[in-house]
C-alpha cells in the first residue's frame, strides 16, 4: 500500500477525514476495442465525499462499475480497506459493504416502499429460508431488528407517508429517495450513488443534496457520486475526479478542480488532435 | 375564587392534575406517538416521570420563576412536556407556530423576551440563530432531533434527552425546590401565553391563568361528558389556543390519552389508526376529506357508485333526525342500518370516525352540505364559536339542537350580551387575563367589568336562543346607498362550493360589489382530467374560459340566493375575478391560521379592484411572490373580467340590529 495515501486530512468544514478506505490503481477498462477507462488510478478515503465527473462518454458510470465490481478491469487493482480485491461478484462486494443506487433506478415496482427497504437488509438476515417462512423464534427477532432498522431509514429520509405504498404508484423524486432509502438499509461502509439527482427539480436536488450530506453526518458513511449537475456536485464534495474520454484529468478539491485548465477545457469544448 | 377551587378539588394549576393523573390513571396511557412505525406510548405516570426530569433539567439549567420559554414544534409529546415542566418551575410556556418565518418569530420572542428556547429540528435552531443577535434575553435552546446538529457549537444549545438526565442526575440537589415551586402554583399563576395570529397589525400575547384554562376545561368537559377513556389526535398547531385546551386543558382535568401522528403527512393514515373519540378540525379539513371521498367514488365501479349514491341520498333524509334522536319510521330505520353496514360504516373507518363521540369544527363557517354530509353518516359534529381571548369555548351546540347555520348557546358559565351595533361581548372564568406588556389593548378589549368585545357581530335567534354570527364587525360596512356590507355571508356562500377554496368580497362604500376568487387546485384539477383539459399550472387552469364559465354560474346562483335575504340584497356579485395564484400566508396575504388579510389583498392587488370597478374586460398585472424559503419572485398574468348577473334589489330598508 501506498504510504501516502493513507493519512486523513481535515476538510474546510471541519470534518475528519480517515485514511484510505479504497484505491483504484492504474485501472484500465476496455470493452473490445473500446477503452472505456485508460490508466486511472485515484483513491477514497473514510468519511468523505468523492465525486467522479466528467462530460457524457468519459466513463464514469463505467469506473463506478468497477468500483462495484459489476466489471472487471482488463489491468490494474482495486483495493478496499487495506487489501487487494480480487475478482468478485457483485453480491460478494455488497457483503463487503458497498451499496449503490441506480441512473435508471432499479426498484421492485410491485412492491411496498417498506418491502423495498428490507431487500436492503438481506445481508443482514443469517436465517433461512424455511425458518423465515415458518416465522418462530430467532427469525422473528431478527425481522423486528431488521425493520427497526429499516424504519429508523424510513424516518430519516422522511417517507414515513409512503411507507405502506406500492413503488410503481411513487412520483420519480421519491423513487430516488426509496432507492437512497434501500442502499443505507444495509450499513454500507461505502455507498456509490449514480446521478442521485438526474432528473430532478431544483427542490428535489435541494432535498436530495441535504439527505446526502446528513447520511455522510450523521452515519459516517463514505459516498462516491457521479452527478452532472455541476453546483451540486462542487457545494457536496470534498474532493472531485474528472475524468474525459476515459483519462483522468483532474483531481482535487472543488476549487482546485474548478481552476484546472484540462478541466476547463472539457467542459467548454477544445479541439481534441 | 373559594367557591371554585373547591370545585376543582383544589387542583389548582396543570402539574398538580398532572401529579393526580399520575396516581389516579398512573398505568393509563397518556401520551401517543407513532415513530419508527410503531405507536410508542407513555403512561401517566411514565409521563409524570418524563415532566419531572425535564423540570429538574430546568432548573439545573438556570430557569426562575416567571421566566418566558418559548417552545416551537409540531405536536409531540416532547413539547407538551416542556410546557408542563415549564409551569412546574414557574415559567411561563410561549408556543409558537413552527412554520413561522424568522422575522415572525423574532417579534414574539423579543415581546415576551424569552430565555429558553426548546424546538424540534435543525429547521427550528437554524431560525433561531439567524434571530439571536437581535434578542436580548434569549440564552439557551433545546432541541429534539439531533439529526443535522452535530457540529454547531453546543455552548448553548442541548439535546432534550441531556437535560433530562441532567434532571435526573440533580435529581436530589432540585427536588425540593421542584416540589416547592410547584406548590406556590395558585389558579390565578399564568398557564400559558398565546399570541393571536394578528389579523392586523403585531400578534398579541394573550396571558391565560390557571383559572381560565381549568375551568373552561371543566366546563366543556363536563358538557360532552369527556373521561379518561376519550382519545384524540393532536395535530393542529399547538401555538393555537384550541389545541392548548383540547391537548393540555382537557387532557389533564379529565385524563384522556393525547395522541401525535408521525408527521404532518401521516395525518390521516394515523387518524385511522387511533380512532380517536373526540375530534377537532377546521372546516377546511372536513372539505378537503369530502372532496377525497367524492373524487374517489367517481373512480369506483358502477356498482358501488350507485350503491353510494342511494345510500348516502337516504342517509342525508334521515341520518340527522337518526342522530338528534327524533322519530324516525322503522323502514326507514331499517334501511339506515343497512346503509351503516354497506356504506357509512366502512365510509367512517377509512375517514377515521368510526369512534367519533363528539366532533367540533370552528373557526370559520362549514358549508351546509358539508355539515350535512357528516352528521348523516351520524358522526356527532357539532359547531363551536370561540376565541383565543376567551380560552377557546364562548358557545357550543349541545347534542340534538345542531344546526349549520348557527354556533350554538352560550357555553357553561360564560355570559353573553350583545351591543347596539350588532358585536358579541363575553364574559366567563375562561377569560383572559391580559395581553402581556399591552395596556393599551388589553383595556380597548377588556372592560372593567370583564366583559370582553369579540370583534363579530351577531345576533341571537329569538325563537331558539342560538348565537348567529354575521361577520367581523369591523367588516360589516354600508354600501353607497347605506344598505348593509356584510363579505363573509357573500364570500361563505361562495366557498361552499367545492371547487372555490377561497373568496373576498370588496364593496365598503362603493355602489356594487365585486370579487376575487381562488379556485381550489384539487377539485378543479379532478374535474379537468375527467374533461380531458390540459393545464400546466394553477395559474393556466385558473384563466380557463371553462372554468370561468363554471365559477360564473356559481357566482349567479350565489347572487340568487344572496337576493332573497332583505338585509343583505345589496351584496351580490357584479363582477369577479379569479385569481392567478393562491392567496398564500407566506405572501402576507392570510393569517397563519388561514384567514384573509383584507386590507392587505385590497393594497396588494388594488389595481384589479380598480379594473373591476371600471369595466374594463381584461387586466394586466404583476404580483411578487414569496417562496418557502424566502426567496422572493413575481408572476405576472392577464385575468379576464368577468361580469355576473344580479337579481334585482327587492327592497332598500336600511337595517341595523
Not at chain 2, 423579543?110 to 439571536?132: L, M, N, S, T, W
Request: glycine share 8%; aromatic share 10%.
Amino acid at each position: 500500500m501506498n504510504d501516502m495515501s493513507t493519512e486523513g486530512y481535515t476538510t474546510e468544514d471541519g470534518r475528519k477525514i480517515g485514511g484510505t478506505l479504497m484505491e483504484m490503481k492504474n485501472i484500465t477498462l476496455s470493452f473490445g476495442g473500446v477503452k472505456a477507462i485508460t490508466d486511472i488510478s485515484f483513491d477514497i478515503k473514510e468519511g468523505e465525499i468523492r465525486a467522479i465527473i466528467g462530460p457524457n462518454g468519459a466513463g464514469k458510470s463505467s469506473m463506478l462499475n468497477v468500483i462495484s465490481g459489476f466489471y472487471i478491469p482488463q489491468e490494474g487493482e482495486v483495493w478496499y480497506k487495506g487489501e487487494k480485491r480480487a475478482q468478485m461478484k457483485p453480491y460478494e462486494v455488497a457483503r463487503l459493504g458497498i451499496a449503490r443506487t441506480f441512473q435508471n433506478i432499479a426498484l421492485f415496482d410491485g412492491m411496498s416502499v417498506l418491502d423495498n427497504v428490507m431487500t436492503g437488509r438481506l445481508n443482514h438476515m443469517t436465517t433461512g429460508l424455511f425458518a423465515q417462512g415458518l416465522w418462530k423464534g430467532k427469525a422473528e427477532r431478527e425481522e423486528v431488528e431488521n425493520r427497526e432498522r429499516a424504519e429508523k431509514i424510513i424516518d430519516f429520509l422522511e417517507i414515513q407517508a409512503i411507507r405502506k405504498t406500492p413503488v410503481a404508484r411513487l412520483p420519480y423524486g421519491l423513487k430516488k429517495r426509496v432507492e437512497l432509502a434501500r442502499a443505507l438499509a444495509a450499513e454500507p461502509s461505502l455507498l456509490l450513488l449514480d446521478e442521485p439527482m438526474a432528473g430532478m427539480n431544483v427542490e428535489e436536488k435541494e432535498d436530495m443534496s441535504r439527505f446526502i450530506l446528513d447520511v455522510n453526518d450523521e452515519f459516517g458513511t463514505t459516498i462516491a457520486l457521479i452527478e452532472h449537475d455541476m453546483g451540486v456536485v462542487m457545494d457536496l464534495s470534498d474532493r472531485v475526479v474528472v475524468m474525459d474520454y476515459g483519462k483522468k484529468i483532474g483531481d482535487g478539491t472543488p476549487d482546485e478542480v474548478r481552476n484546472n485548465q484540462d478541466v476547463i477545457d472539457a467542459y467548454l469544448g477544445v479541439s481534441h488532435d | 375564587m373559594t367557591q371554585s377551587s373547591q370545585a376543582t378539588d383544589g387542583l389548582c394549576s396543570v402539574p398538580a392534575l398532572l401529579q393526580r393523573n399520575a396516581q389516579k390513571f398512573g398505568s393509563k396511557a397518556a401520551y401517543r406517538e407513532k415513530e419508527f412505525g410503531i405507536w410508542q406510548s407513555w403512561t401517566w405516570a411514565e409521563t409524570e416521570k418524563e415532566i419531572e426530569a425535564l423540570a429538574l433539567g430546568f432548573i439545573n439549567l438556570g430557569v426562575n420563576e416567571g421566566d418566558f420559554i418559548a417552545i416551537i414544534g409540531r405536536n409531540r409529546p416532547y413539547f407538551y412536556w416542556a410546557m408542563v415542566a415549564a409551569q412546574s418551575v414557574g415559567a411561563v410556556p410561549v408556543p409558537l407556530y413552527n412554520d413561522a418565518s424568522a422575522e415572525e418569530m423574532a417579534y414574539v420572542m423579543e415581546h415576551c423576551g424569552a430565555r429558553f428556547v426548546v424546538c424540534e429540528d435543525q429547521e427550528q435552531v437554524d431560525k433561531v440563530i439567524e434571530i439571536q443577535d437581535g434578542l436580548h434575553q434569549f440564552e439557551h435552546m433545546i432541541y429534539v432531533d439531533p439529526r443535522g446538529l452535530r457540529k454547531y457549537d453546543h455552548h448553548a444549545l442541548h439535546r432534550f434527552v441531556d437535560i433530562q438526565a441532567q434532571g435526573r442526575a440533580t435529581y436530589y440537589e432540585w427536588i425540593e425546590d421542584l416540589k416547592a415551586r410547584r406548590e406556590k402554583l395558585t389558579y390565578d399563576s399564568t398557564c400559558v401565553m398565546l399570541y393571536t395570529s394578528g389579523t392586523t397589525g403585531k400578534p398579541k400575547g394573550v396571558v391565560l391563568s390557571n383559572r381560565n384554562i381549568i375551568e373552561t376545561a371543566k366546563n366543556a368537559s363536563e358538557f360532552d361528558n369527556l373521561n379518561a377513556g376519550d382519545e384524540i389526535l393532536a395535530y393542529l398547531p399547538m401555538a393555537w389556543v384550541g389545541d392548548f385546551i383540547f391537548s393540555v386543558g382537557q387532557a389533564y382535568w379529565t385524563g384522556f390519552c393525547t395522541n401525535c401522528p408521525e408527521s404532518p403527512e401521516t395525518m390521516m393514515t394515523d387518524l385511522r389508526e387511533i380512532g380517536p373519540t373526540y375530534y377537532f378540525a377546521p372546516p377546511r379539513i372536513f372539505e378537503t376529506q369530502l372532496t377525497n371521498v367524492m373524487i374517489r367514488m367517481e373512480d369506483a365501479s358502477p356498482f358501488k357508485k350507485r350503491l353510494f349514491d342511494y345510500f348516502m341520498a337516504h342517509a342525508k333524509r334521515v341520518g340527522p333526525a337518526i342522530l338528534d334522536g327524533k322519530s324516525v319510521n322503522a323502514w326507514d330505520r331499517l334501511k339506515y342500518k343497512l346503509g351503516e353496514l354497506a356504506i357509512y360504516g366502512p365510509l367512517k373507518n377509512t375517514l377515521g370516525f368510526s369512534r367519533v363521540r363528539v366532533g367540533y369544527t370552528a373557526g370559520e363557517a362549514i358549508g351546509p352540505e358539508i355539515f350535512e354530509f357528516y352528521r348523516s353518516l351520524g358522526i356527532n359534529l357539532k359547531q363551536l364559536y370561540g376565541q383565543t381571548e376567551a380560552s377557546v369555548f364562548i358557545t357550543v351546540q349541545p347534542d340534538g339542537e345542531v344546526r349549520a347555520d348557527t354556533v350554538g348557546i352560550p357555553s357553561k358559565g360564560v355570559e353573553i350580551r350583545i351591543a347596539d351595533n350588532g358585536e358579541i361581548f363575553y364574559r366567563s372564568e375562561g377569560t383572559f387575563v391580559e395581553y402581556y406588556k399591552n395596556a393599551e389593548s388589553t383595556a380597548s378589549t377588556k372592560d372593567a367589568e370583564g366583559w370582553v368585545a369579540t370583534g363579530d357581530a351577531g345576533f341571537f335567534e329569538p325563537d331558539t336562543g342560538h348565537l348567529r354570527i354575521i361577520d367581523r364587525a369591523k367588516d360589516v360596512g354600508a354600501m353607497a346607498d347605506g344598505s348593509l356590507f356584510a363579505p363573509k355571508y357573500v364570500e361563505n356562500k361562495l366557498k361552499f362550493y367545492p371547487d372555490i377554496l377561497e373568496a373576498v368580497l370588496f364593496g365598503n362604500g362603493k355602489d356594487r360589489c365585486v370579487a376575487f376568487i381562488n379556485i381550489d387546485l384539487t377539485a378543479v384539477g379532478n374535474w379537468a382530467e375527467r374533461n380531458n383539459i390540459a393545464y400546466a399550472s394553477y395559474q393556466e387552469l385558473a384563466g380557463h374560459p371553462k372554468v370561468l364559465a363554471s365559477i360564473q354560474s356559481h357566482v349567479e346562483e350565489v347572487n340568487k340566493s344572496v337576493a332573497q335575504d332583505e338585509m343583505l340584497s345589496g351584496c351580490q356579485v357584479h363582477r369577479f375575478v379569479i385569481l392567478h395564484k393562491e392567496l398564500d400566508a407566506d405572501d402576507g396575504e392570510m393569517t397563519r391560521t388561514r384567514k384573509v388579510r383584507r386590507v392587505i389583498v385590497a393594497d396588494k392587488f388594488k389595481d384589479i379592484i380598480e379594473a373591476l370597478y371600471d369595466g374594463s374586460p381584461q387586466i394586466s398585472t404583476k404580483t411578487e411572490v414569496t417562496y418557502e424559503d424566502g426567496r422572493k419572485g413575481s408572476i405576472s398574468a392577464t385575468l379576464t373580467i368577468i361580469d355576473a348577473k344580479v337579481q334585482p334589489v327587492t327592497t332598500q330598508k336600511v337595517a341595523a340590529e
